[in-house]
C-alpha cells in the first residue's frame, strides 16, 4: 500500500483511478468503431459518459453518506462506494442516452436509429466500466481501501500489512486479504467473457454482468472488513443488498430481452 501524496496532491490512487477512466473510452472507441457502430452514435454514448463519469463520483459519495446514515443517524459528506458511482452514472447515462437520441435523431431518416443499436452499445459501454473497474481495484490496493479481514499469522491467501511510525519503526504486521487483487483478477476475466460476448454479436453483455458481478459481489462481501455503514435490511451490506438487486435485475432483462425484445421469429 502506497497512500501518500506523490505530487500537487495527487496520490497514486488518483493515477490509476485516471488509468481506469481512460482505459473506458479507449477500450469503448475500440470496440465500437471494430464492430461499425454508427459515428452519431458513438458522439452521443461519449457525451453521456463523459457526464456519467462527472456526476458519478457525488453519487458514489452520496449513496456511502446515505449508509453512514442509516448506521449512525449522522449524515457525513464522506466516503465512497462503487456501486453508488455505477448506478448514479448509469442513471444519467441512460437518460442522456435516450433523450439525447431522442433529439438526436426524430428528423433524420431513422428516428429509433439509437434505440436499434442500444443493447450493442449497451453491452460494449458495461466492456469499457469492466476495465475502469479493474483498473481501480488496483488503486483501491494501493490506497489500502476496500480490504479484506486480517489476521495475526500469515495464511496462503493474505499479504502482509506493516504498521510503521511516523520515524519509520516498524510496529507491527498483519496479514489481510488482498480483497482488491482478487476483485482484480476476476474483473480482467469477466472482461474477457463480455468482450467476446460483444463480438460474438450477442446482445446480452449487460444481464450478463448484472448477473456475474452481482453474485461475485455478494460473495466477496464476506471476506471484507472495511466498514461501510447499514442498510435497512440488517442482515446484508450495503454491497450484498445492492449485489441482490443487481442480480434480480439482470435475470429481469434477460427474460425481456429474449422473450420480448428478441422474441423468435417462429413465435
Known amino acids: 500500500m502506497y497512500p501518500y501524496e506523490l505530487f500537487w496532491g495527487i496520490t497514486l490512487y488518483d493515477l490509476i483511478v485516471a488509468v481506469g477512466v481512460a482505459s ?18 458513438m458522439i452521443l454514448v461519449m457525451i453521456c459518459a463523459a457526464v456519467g463519469v462527472a456526476l458519478g463520483f457525488p453519487a458514489a459519495t452520496l449513496v456511502q453518506s446515505v449508509y453512514f ?12 462506494t462503487f456501486y453508488g ?18 433529439l438526436m435523431f426524430r428528423k433524420s431518416e431513422t428516428p429509433k436509429l439509437h434505440s436499434e443499436y442500444a443493447m450493442r452499445v449497451f453491452g460494449i459501454v458495461i466492456c469499457a466500466v469492466t476495465i475502469a473497474h479493474a483498473v481501480g481495484r488496483i488503486g483501491c490496493l494501493t490506497a489500502g481501501c476496500c480490504h479484506g479481514k486480517t489476521y495475526p499469522d500469515r495464511r496462503w491467501y493474505t499479504l502482509p500489512v506493516h504498521h ?20 482484480t483478477l476476476f474483473l480482467l476475466g469477466l472482461f474477457a467473457l463480455l468482450s467476446w460476448r ?3 454479436r450477442k446482445e446480452d453483455a449487460l444481464p450478463f454482468y448484472m448477473v456475474l458481478y452481482g453474485v461475485w459481489r455478494f460473495c466477496i462481501e464476506y471476506a471484507r ?16 443488498l445492492t449485489a441482490v438487486l443487481l442480480v434480480i435485475g439482470g435475470t429481469v432483462l434477460f427474460v425481456v430481452y429474449y422473450k420480448v425484445i428478441k422474441k423468435p421469429k417462429n413465435e
Open 164 to 183: 510503521i511510525s511516523t520515524n519509520g519503526t516498524l510496529l507491527r504486521t498483519e496479514y489481510a486479504v488482498p480483497v482488491p487483487l482478487f476483485e
Open 225 to 240: 472488513a472495511d466498514d461501510r455503514g447499514a442498510t435497512l435490511v440488517g442482515f446484508l451490506s450495503p454491497s450484498q
Open 198 to 200: 460483444v463480438f460474438a
Open 69 to 80: 446514515y442509516i448506521e449512525k443517524g449522522v449524515f457525513e459528506w464522506r466516503g465512497m
Open 24 to 41: 473506458a473510452f479507449a477500450v469503448f472507441l475500440l470496440y465500437a468503431r471494430k464492430l461499425q457502430i454508427p459515428e452519431r452514435i
Open 85 to 102: 458511482g455505477l448506478l448514479g452514472g448509469a442513471a444519467f447515462f441512460l437518460g442522456i442516452y435516450f433523450l439525447g437520441g431522442y
